[in-house]
């Protein structure tokens, strides 16, 4: 176990909801970065927070947000949600920023939008 | 324009052969490469990082090899087992970006 968790590990919502998505990284990390997979995909990268700001994006819009806390535990925040999020989303913490070599996924959560 | 692939879907090997997966970039500029397994269900679990300036890299069964020159990447794991059966995905960073994940090779080792 890598000792990143994520809650919920299971979630429905329907079309145009809202959904808030948590993890807990791991002990002495600061930076946690979030990725969407999609079934038989590789993870895409949504975007990282390091010491609680926003530090590089992917290609998402801005109804993907997020936010870090003090104790570098992060939430994923989804707005209108659509059919296409139905994903799985993993976090990952690290420490540092830069050229990170090695992250710690969590299991993840499952979205499915109905 | 910038592309990760992976040779094949899914690679059905017996028991005790050795799986060889590759991993092909363009229009990357790799720093570093890794290799990680997920289970189903599962996050992804760290394996093996290859730096730009290194050819090879082993750990007990495992052996990955880095050819910026080819922009490929070959993952091998010796004497496979079916506990070895999993999706395996590689992923490249570029100088001051974050991860790039390939879409995964899905390994299956026959008894």
């Known amino acids: 176990e890598t000792g990143v968790t994520q809650s919920p590990t299971h979630l429905i919502k329907t079309r145009g909801q809202q959904v808030t998505l948590r993890c807990s990284s791991q002990s002495g990390h600061n930076t946690v970065s979030w990725y969407q997979q999609a079934l038989g995909q590789g993870p895409q990268f949504i975007f990282q927070?390091?010491?609680?700001?926003?530090?590089g994006r992917g290609n998402f819009p801005p109804r993907f947000s997020g936010l870090q806390f003090p104790n570098y535990s992060s939430e994923l925040n989804v707005n209108a949600l659509e059919l296409d999020d139905s994903a799985l989303y993993l976090c990952?913490?690290?420490?540092?920023?830069?050229?990170?070599?090695?992250?710690?996924f969590g299991p993840g959560t499952r979205l499915l939008v109905l | 324009s910038q592309k990760i692939e992976q040779n094949s879907e899914a690679l059905n090997i017996q028991e005790g052969k050795t799986a060889t997966l590759t991993c092909n970039y363009t229009n990357y500029s790799p720093a570093y490469l890794q290799w990680y397994r997920q289970d189903p269900g599962r996050g992804p679990v760290f394996l093996l990082l290859i730096r730009e300036n290194e050819k090879e890299k082993r750990k007990e069964r495992l052996k990955v090899t880095f050819d910026t020159t080819l922009k490929q990447s070959l993952f091998h794991i010796t004497a496979s087992q079916p506990a070895d059966s999993a999706t395996y995905l590689c992923a490249l960073v570029n100088y001051g970006q974050n991860f790039v994940f390939g879409p995964g090779t899905r390994l299956s080792v026959l008894p």
């Open positions: 990952a913490s690290s420490l540092g920023t830069g050229v990170v070599e090695t992250q710690y």
């Open positions: 927070y390091y010491r609680e700001e926003e530090n």
